[in-house]
């Protein structure tokens, strides 16, 4: 009977963990393959706040929070999304966030797309942020880094251990 009960409790616990996969898979660390991803364009970008998993045209993302209907923060120094093919030498990319989180607010987030490298200051409340992306060689990953990322933990607001940064709603390519 406990050896029935033992196997009942894996299955059910393995369902639940494929369940709460989303269509993206935990890899070591924070990095998130993506699988069977939403469609969408490069133009109609990565949608934060609107899916709760990440386009089709997304191979892997590293230092993002999980999905929360205003968007998604980043966790942690280093964010990185991987496209599945390279991105355009070049374009125009568009941020749209809902804000930073504690100690952020005013502190500049650095943007690196293969040789171009970029820069902007998170405003306190919701902003849109345009950049002409001109690369010298192909590059299928976009990088952030996030200068204090802060736990609420850390700021006794709650019990959260997330180091968080910013929260992204879109970031599109045009």
């Not at 969408?40 to 993302?61: C, E, H, M, R």
């Not at 989180?101 to 005013?106: K, L, Q, S």
Request: net charge positive; aromatic share 10%; proline share 6%.
């Amino acid at each position: 009977m406990k050896f029935n009960l033992l196997i009942i409790t894996v299955v059910l616990g393995c369902l639940n963990l494929t369940a709460c996969g989303n269509n993206e898979d935990k890899v070591k660390g924070s990095v998130v393959v993506v699988h069977d991803g939403y469609e969408a364009t490069l133009a109609d970008g990565i949608q934060f706040s609107a899916k709760q998993n990440y386009p089709s045209f997304i191979k892997s993302v590293s230092g993002m929070s999980g999905y929360e209907t205003s968007g998604r923060w980043t966790e942690g120094k280093d964010v990185n999304f991987t496209f599945i093919k390279n991105l355009p030498s070049n374009f125009t990319m568009q941020i749209d966030l809902m804000g930073p989180f504690g100690p952020n607010a005013g502190k500049v987030i650095q943007i690196k797309i293969g040789d171009w490298k970029g820069q902007f200051i998170v405003d306190a409340k919701p902003s849109t942020n345009r950049f002409i992306v001109k690369t010298n060689a192909p590059t299928d990953s976009i990088g952030f880094t996030i200068p204090e990322p802060k736990s609420p933990k850390e700021l006794g607001l709650s019990d959260d251990p997330r180091q968080l940064g910013i929260m992204f709603k879109l970031l599109s390519i045009n």
